[in-house]
């Protein structure tokens, strides 16, 4: 039986020059992307008639490209026209999820293995997702790791780097939890599967140091800014899951769900902290006063 591939809620992809409504079928199976992985994407969100550090998540995919040895075929600001372009597609009542992505077509006429960077992609899908800001989550040391830069693409957001976060979920969900926390190659902490985390003790906010074994988040940094403005004690420091068993307060950020606290560590239960509740209501207030523009 053939499996349905129509998107599941309202999408429109923009590739080469039109845009398509749903899903179209653009990867064969002699792309490069299909069978050795190369493909980057970003994701900005639309809501309330904004989109936060749109800027932002379009450079970085571009970024993410060249990372990945492709060539970016589109400048980030046509990619920021184009997905404000796309959002009036869809009639305003639920948040979009904007995503340019950019994957290789062929290998090297050397190496199959590797992309070559003139056979670069792109296309812009947007589509219908929901908002769970605030919606809390459990979260389980997870037995698998972020790996280094050493062995990973972990300088550019590739699919490739998704099978593990899955794996993650999985195997966490398999145990009665929401989500994971990830540890790095050295055993502190990464992030979760999905997203950064933020923990408090005694009053000061922390996160693990960026150290090239996770993504340091767009909307992470975002927070960062917010809080340190607003005059708390923001650190970015190495962290252990010694450490997160004895916070005050843990909560996660990113792009999809912005912010959100746990509400369970291990077998540990926790409230929604003021930490948590200030930093989104900081994010909204900035992402509001300035139409989500860094200014």
Not at 39 to 46: E, H, I, L, Q, S
Not at 177 to 201: H, P, R, W, Y
Not at 223 to 245: I, K, M, Q, S
Request: net charge negative; with cysteine.
């Amino acid at each position: 039986m053939a499996v349905d591939t129509s998107p599941r809620s309202t999408t429109w992809t923009y590739v080469d020059g039109e845009w398509v409504e749903g899903n179209p079928k653009l990867i064969g199976p002699t792309s490069h992307a299909m069978w050795l992985g190369t493909t980057v994407f970003d994701g900005a969100r639309w809501f309330d008639g904004i989109s936060p550090d749109l800027n932002m998540h379009c450079q970085r995919v571009n970024r993410s490209a060249i990372n990945m040895g492709m060539k970016p075929v589109m400048a980030a600001e046509e990619i920021e026209r184009l997905a404000l372009e796309g959002v009036k597609k869809f009639d305003g009542k639920t948040a979009i999820y904007i995503k340019p992505m950019y994957w290789a077509e062929h290998g090297l006429p050397t190496s199959v293995v590797a992309a070559d960077p003139e056979s670069t992609r792109f296309a812009l899908c947007l589509f219908e997702a929901p908002m769970h800001t605030a919606k809390a989550s459990s979260l389980t040391v997870s037995p698998f790791r972020r790996p280094s830069a050493e062995v990973a693409m972990t300088a550019a957001k590739t699919g490739s780097l998704y099978p593990n976060s899955g794996r993650m979920i999985v195997e966490a969900q398999s145990r009665g939890f929401d989500n994971a926390l990830a540890l790095d190659m050295n055993g502190n902490v990464a992030e979760t599967a999905s997203s950064n985390i933020f923990m408090v003790k005694d009053g000061v906010v922390m996160t693990p140091i960026a150290n090239g074994t996770f993504l340091a988040g767009i909307t992470r940094s975002r927070v960062l800014t917010l809080l340190r403005g607003a005059g708390f004690d923001v650190r970015e420091v190495t962290l252990t899951a010694a450490d997160f068993a004895s916070a005050d307060e843990i909560f996660t950020s990113g792009n999809y769900s912005k912010i959100a606290p746990v509400n369970r560590f291990e077998d540990r239960s926790l409230q929604e902290g003021p930490v948590a509740r200030k930093a989104l209501e900081l994010y909204m207030d900035w992402a509001r006063s300035t139409k989500g523009e860094d200014v």
